[in-house]
């Protein structure tokens, strides 16, 4: 069976400072993935989404960055984070076009 | 933006009492809806999923209605337990790469 896996679950980390988020999916080949963000009380917010090794899409301008090095392997990044990237990631993966998506457990940033 | 959207961010429910949520969608190409259940520092878990090809479908104590002329969506579910105590969001998908959620209903289920 497939199984998504994301971690740290949880993080604290001081503005300016840099982010490497991870998340990989097994059982599975050539998934497409995705990077949410869900502010406190709100909405998911499509970030980046990849199709295949090193193809990166991205929706929103912002502060962040992702990297697809490996097939199930889907990394979120910042060279310097802004109190306003706190907020839950989420990193999801969907079989083919069309399909249901398969989220992880996500991890709470909190930016101070 | 997002193009789909919900009626009203917050129900309340008596427990035993039937809930229904809805949602609104702009983008009539959409062929595919989907329900998702967000508990309390989770992520999201599919509840139940419908085509455009169909109007109803019906699950285990949940049943998601489509209309296409209007545009609208609805999750139904029966006999509210506390354990619906959740936020729920649908979902579009127009065939491409992205899934695109609406902005959440908190469902309380009162005892």
């Known amino acids: 069976s497939q199984t998504i896996h994301q971690w740290p679950a949880t993080l604290v980390q001081p503005v300016g400072s840099p982010l490497s988020l991870e998340c990989t999916v097994e059982?599975?080949?050539?998934?497409?993935l995705y990077w949410y963000r869900q502010a406190a009380g709100r909405g998911l917010q499509l970030l980046f989404y990849s199709v295949g090794i090193g193809q990166i899409s991205s929706e929103v301008p912002q502060n962040l960055s992702a990297s697809r090095p490996q097939d199930r392997q889907f990394i979120l990044s910042s060279k310097k984070l802004l109190l306003s990237d706190s907020g839950f990631y989420l990193c999801?993966?969907?079989?083919?076009?069309?399909?249901?998506?398969?989220f992880g457990q996500g991890t709470r940033l909190t930016v101070v | 933006g997002e193009s789909v959207g919900l009626h009203l961010p917050t129900l309340s429910v008596q427990e035993g009492d039937n809930s229904i949520i809805n949602c609104a969608y702009s983008n009539s190409a959409s062929d595919y809806f989907i329900w998702y259940k967000q508990e309390s520092g989770k992520g999201p878990q599919f509840i139940i999923d419908i085509r455009s090809n169909m109007d109803k479908r019906q699950g285990q104590r949940v049943t998601v209605l489509l209309n296409k002329t209007v545009k609208h969506l609805s999750l139904q579910i029966a006999a509210t337990q506390p354990g619906d105590s959740a936020v729920y969001f649908c979902?579009?998908?127009?065939?491409?790469?992205?899934?695109?959620f609406g902005a959440g209903t908190t469902v309380t289920v009162r005892a």
């Open positions: 979902a579009e998908n127009n065939n491409d790469y992205k899934l695109s």
């Open positions: 059982g599975t080949s050539n998934p497409n």
């Open positions: 999801a993966w969907v079989p083919f076009s069309g399909a249901e998506a398969f």
